[in-house]
């Protein structure tokens, strides 16, 4: 990676880690976020991402808080699902590294593209040490904007630090021609994130694409989202992992 993103992650194709907040109550979500996010940093990730995937805005908070006293030993960034502002609030008011939104290009009529650019930019503006990470014809999301999809890759460039692309859903893999094309569109230098689906088995072809990963539902015991953490996993994959930033000499 080259930019902006290779200082916040000097190693070569850094792994975030997806911490979703299930449990089933407020304070099993917290330690289990904690217990994952230990399992994580011990299997070398090099990123948390908290999102409030099955867990609330509040429980969101208490992570965060208990990351401001404990100071994980990696980059924290946030995914606030549904409510962008709220993100870009949470990354001021804890200081994080980056925010990740799904979908910054394409998931809005024309009518209303323009107005959500233009506060994006006022928002990214006020946080410039904070990265964006930006999902275009991201999972789940609806594609409304009349474009095609380069147009749209396009636009998400100017918007974000870096473009995340995904397959259809949660844990499913990201295709390879997707990224094919999606690297063909924002060139060589920028920098692509595949955003769901990464395997230990599939790591090293994938990321000789793309410029690093977010991984969830594969660190899980069962590799579905709805599991947890599993210490072997994250190693099975960081162990892919190392051996490429071994043949690219970081």
């Keep these: 990676m080259t930019g902006r993103l290779a200082q916040v992650f000097p190693a070569a194709k850094p792994i975030l880690g997806m911490l979703h907040l299930a449990g089933t109550s407020p304070e099993d979500r917290l330690a289990r976020a904690l217990r994952e996010m230990d399992l994580m940093i011990r ?20 992570l965060l808080d208990a990351f401001a006293a404990r100071s994980p030993a990696a980059v924290v960034g946030l995914n606030l699902l549904r409510d962008f502002r709220l993100g870009f609030d949470l990354l001021r008011d804890y200081g994080l590294a980056f925010l990740q939104i799904d979908s910054v290009a394409g998931h809005l009529p024309p009518d209303q593209d323009a107005d959500y650019a233009a506060e994006l930019a006022e928002r990214r503006a006020g946080l410039p040490g904070a990265l964006l990470l930006g999902g275009v014809r ?31 859903g949660t844990g499913q893999a990201t295709d390879d021609d997707k990224i094919a094309r999606f690297r063909r569109v924002l060139g060589a230098d920028y920098p692509l994130i595949i955003g769901a689906g990464m395997t230990a088995e599939s790591a090293a072809r994938q990321l000789a694409l793309a410029d690093g990963a977010i991984v969830g539902s594969y660190f899980k015991d069962s590799h579905r989202d709805t599991g947890e953490v599993d210490l072997a996993h994250v190693q099975a994959l960081m162990g892919q992992v190392r051996a490429l930033r071994q043949g690219c000499g970081r």
């Design 138 to 168: 991201f999972k789940y999301q609806p594609v409304a904007s009349g474009r095609s999809e380069e147009e749209d890759l396009r636009l998400g460039r100017a918007r974000a630090d870096a473009i995340v692309v995904t397959g259809a």
């Design 43 to 62: 299997g070398g990730v090099d990123g948390l991402v908290v999102e409030n995937y099955f867990g609330t805005p509040d429980d969101v908070r208490r």
